[in-house]
């Protein structure tokens, strides 16, 4: 018994959810649009503000991916009602961010400073020049970008530099000692 598949998804007012004869669901929301297309298998049914996911079978195919499509649902529903942050911190001498339009300018002690376009429907905001907030309404795209910023500068274990995700804790190494 998959016990993520099983639970309900409760929607909003201010959502709708369209869900087509092929598990083809469209969930509109004050944050945006959001589509997927589900297997087939999977019994998807909106009754009144509830979204019930259920699966005819125990086949090991069908219960691997019944508790996956409740979840993905429920992250589209919660996308366009709520939306999704992810927050980067910068440690290190020089090591800053800054927008420049639709671009992400980080100075991360390379030669040259690292250039990311930001993607269609994230939204980047800097509280302070070490501080990054990745928002949005698909918590794939969120959860990509906040992983390809840090990506250019992981926290190295010895001083602590690097990007790193507010909450994450990073274990800190002894460095060499004299003698």
């Known amino acids: 018994m998959s016990r993520i598949g099983n639970k309900v998804i409760q929607v909003p007012a201010s959502v709708t959810v369209n869900i087509s004869d092929a598990n083809f669901v469209n969930v509109k929301g004050?944050?945006?649009e959001l589509e997927f297309q589900f297997n087939e298998i999977i019994d998807i049914k909106?009754?009144?503000?509830?979204?019930k996911v259920s699966r005819p079978n125990n086949a090991i195919f069908t219960r691997k991916i019944h508790g996956t499509t409740r979840a993905l649902l429920n992250n589209m529903v919660v996308g366009v009602s709520e939306g999704f942050k992810k927050q980067l911190e910068i440690k290190g001498v020089g090591y800053r961010a800054a927008l420049e339009g639709k671009i992400l300018n980080l100075s991360l002690g390379f030669s040259h400073p690292v250039l990311l376009d930001i993607?269609?429907?994230?939204?980047?905001?800097l509280p302070k020049n070490t501080e990054i907030i990745v928002e949005g309404y698909d918590k794939q795209v969120v959860?990509?970008?906040a992983a390809k910023i840090r990506s250019y500068r992981?926290?190295?274990p010895y001083l602590g530099?690097?990007?790193r995700y507010i909450d994450e804790y990073v274990p800190r190494k002894a460095g060499k000692t004299a003698k």
Not at 46 to 51: A, F, P, Q, R, S
């Open 30 to 32: 004050p944050k945006g």
């Open 46 to 51: 909106l009754e009144g503000n509830e979204i």
């Open 119 to 125: 993607p269609e429907g994230v939204t980047i905001t």
């Open 143 to 145: 959860g990509e970008f």
């Open 154 to 156: 992981k926290p190295e």
């Open 161 to 163: 530099k690097g990007i």
